[in-house]
C-alpha cells in the first residue's frame, strides 16, 4: 500500500474522502490526515510519504505553499491539489512545483478514482525501475526481509520488540537496526512509534473508547507517557486530537 496524506481544512469534506472513498482498492492508504499544511509538512518530514492531496486554500499554510517545501526541499511526494478555486494562477504555481493534477470541488467520485489509478501505476513504475537499478534478485531479498520486518510491527505494535524482529529473521538485532535504517530511511522504533501513533489515531476516532484504554491498546501502561508521545508525535494532546 502506498502512503497517502490528505489535507484539508474542511473537516466533513475531509472525513468524507477517508471514510467513504475506497482507498484500499487502489492500493492507497490514508497515513495521515489534517487541517493545513504546516501540520502535514511537519509529519511529511519525519515519515515515508508517496502521495499527497490537498486543498489550495488553508489557514496558517495553504497548498502552494505545501507544494513549494516539498519541491525545495527534493521529496518525491506524488501531489495532486484538491480546490473550489478555478483559478489559472493557482494552477500555473502548481505546476510549477511539480503537482501532478488539479481536482476541483466538489469532488466528482470517478475523477478521484481515475487520477489515484493513474498514479498508482506511475508509483509502481517507479518502484520497478528502483528495483532494476538495484538487481532484481538482490532487491527482491530485500525487499521480502523489510516486510516481513513491517508485517511483525503491524501486527504486534503493541509489544513489538526489535530483538524479537531480528529472530524472526534469525539476524543479530543491531544489525537489523542498521539494516532497516539503510533499506527504509527511518530507524525500527520511529517504525514501531509511527504505527503504535497512527493506530492510537484511529481509536481515539471511536468513542467507546476512553483515553487511557487507547493507551494501553497500542502498548502504553502508562496513560501520562502515552499522552506525552502523542502529544510530541501529532502536535496535539489525545483530548484535542479527538475534538477536533
Not at 489509478?117 to 538482490?138: P, Y
Not at 530511511?185 to 512509534?193: K, N
Request: net charge neutral; proline share 2%.
Amino acid at each position: 500500500m502506498y502512503k497517502l496524506v490528505i489535507v484539508d481544512d474542511e473537516v466533513e469534506i475531509r472525513s468524507g474522502m477517508i471514510r467513504y472513498f475506497p482507498w484500499g482498492e487502489i492500493g492507497f492508504q490514508v497515513a495521515f490526515h489534517c487541517e493545513n499544511g504546516q501540520v502535514a509538512l511537519q509529519y511529511m518530514l519525519n515519515h515515508q510519504v508517496d502521495a499527497l492531496l490537498c486543498d489550495i486554500k488553508m489557514p496558517v499554510m495553504n497548498g502552494i505553499e505545501l507544494a513549494r517545501h516539498l519541491y525545495e526541499r527534493k521529496l518525491d511526494v506524488k501531489t495532486v491539489f484538491l480546490s473550489g478555486y478555478k483559478d489559472f494562477e493557482y494552477a500555473r504555481k502548481a505546476l510549477q512545483y511539480g503537482v501532478r493534477n488539479y481536482i476541483v470541488k466538489p469532488t466528482v467520485y470517478q475523477e478521484l478514482y481515475d487520477v489515484f489509478s493513474r498514479l498508482k501505476a506511475e508509483l509502481d513504475e517507479d518502484r520497478g525501475e528502483e528495483l532494476a537499478k538495484t538487481g532484481a534478485e538482490g532487491a527482491g531479498f530485500n525487499e521480502k526481509i523489510i516486510q516481513a520486518i513491517r508485517h511483525y510491527v503491524l501486527q504486534n505494535y503493541r509489544r513489538a520488540t526489535l530483538e524479537e524482529a531480528a529472530g524472526l529473521i534469525h539476524m543479530n538485532p543491531h544489525y537489523v537496526s542498521t539494516y532497516f535504517k539503510e533499506k527504509t530511511g527511518e530507524y525500527f522504533s520511529d517504525f514501531v512509534l509511527q504505527v503504535k501513533m497512527d493506530k492510537a489515531a484511529e481509536l481515539l476516532m471511536d468513542i467507546r473508547y476512553k483515553t487511557y484504554e487507547v493507551s494501553e491498546m497500542v502498548g502504553y501502561s502508562n496513560a501520562k507517557n502515552f499522552a506525552r508521545a502523542f502529544k510530541h508525535y501529532f502536535g496535539s494532546s489525545p483530548r484535542e486530537y479527538r475534538n477536533r
